[in-house]
């Protein structure tokens, strides 16, 4: 991956919609140059799928929190696979410090959160969690 693959991700990261023409026309290339380079970031992987992101405030009724866990011994590849299979856990996150992972958390309510709650704590392999509610956001990306 190059300079000019990473500006075509920049400019996609800040607009996933913008069309090939557009992205040519910022960066100086021809449309089929972009259009090949895309391609490619799509074949190798490194450009995995395109997506939506909502404003926190549009789905007002959703609770979102972040947990903290702690995996016993070398139970990280187990816990990882049982925690994606949770339907709570919007994403997983591997971190260093106190803590091994990071999961984010969405429920529709508080009682919602709490069953999530509690069949993530039923992970064999994991040996403590640390879960705070988010509740506002300040600046988004």
Same mark, same amino acid.
């Given at each position: 991956?190059?300079?000019?693959?990473?500006? @075509? +991700?920049?400019?996609? #990261?800040?607009?996933?919609?913008?069309?090939?023409?557009?992205?040519?026309?910022?960066?100086?290339?021809?449309?089929?140059?972009?259009?090949?380079?895309? #391609?490619?970031?799509?074949? =190798?992987?490194?450009? /995995?799928?395109?997506? /939506? #992101?909502?404003?926190?405030?549009?789905?007002?009724?959703? @609770?979102?929190?972040?947990?903290?866990?702690?995996?016993?011994?070398?139970?990280?590849?187990?816990? @990882?696979?049982? +925690?994606?299979?949770?339907?709570? /856990?919007? =994403?997983?996150?591997?971190?260093?410090?106190?803590?091994?992972?990071?999961?984010?958390?969405?429920?529709?309510?508080?009682?919602? +959160?709490?069953?999530?709650?509690?069949?993530?704590?039923?992970? #064999?392999?994991? =040996?403590?969690?640390?879960? =705070?509610?988010?509740?506002?956001?300040?600046?988004?990306?």
């Amino acid at each position: 991956m190059d300079t000019l693959d990473q500006q @075509i +991700l920049s400019l996609l #990261r800040q607009d996933a919609r913008l069309n090939v023409a557009t992205v040519a026309s910022k960066l100086g290339v021809s449309r089929g140059t972009v259009t090949n380079r895309i #391609r490619k970031l799509e074949d =190798s992987g490194v450009i /995995v799928g395109y997506t /939506v #992101r909502l404003r926190p405030d549009t789905e007002p009724n959703e @609770i979102r929190a972040w947990m903290s866990i702690a995996v016993e011994g070398n139970d990280v590849r187990s816990v @990882i696979g049982k +925690l994606l299979g949770e339907p709570g /856990v919007a =994403s997983l996150h591997d971190t260093n410090g106190r803590w091994d992972l990071l999961a984010e958390l969405r429920a529709e309510n508080l009682a919602g +959160l709490s069953k999530v709650l509690e069949r993530i704590r039923l992970i #064999r392999g994991i =040996s403590s969690t640390e879960t =705070s509610i988010h509740l506002e956001t300040y600046r988004l990306g």
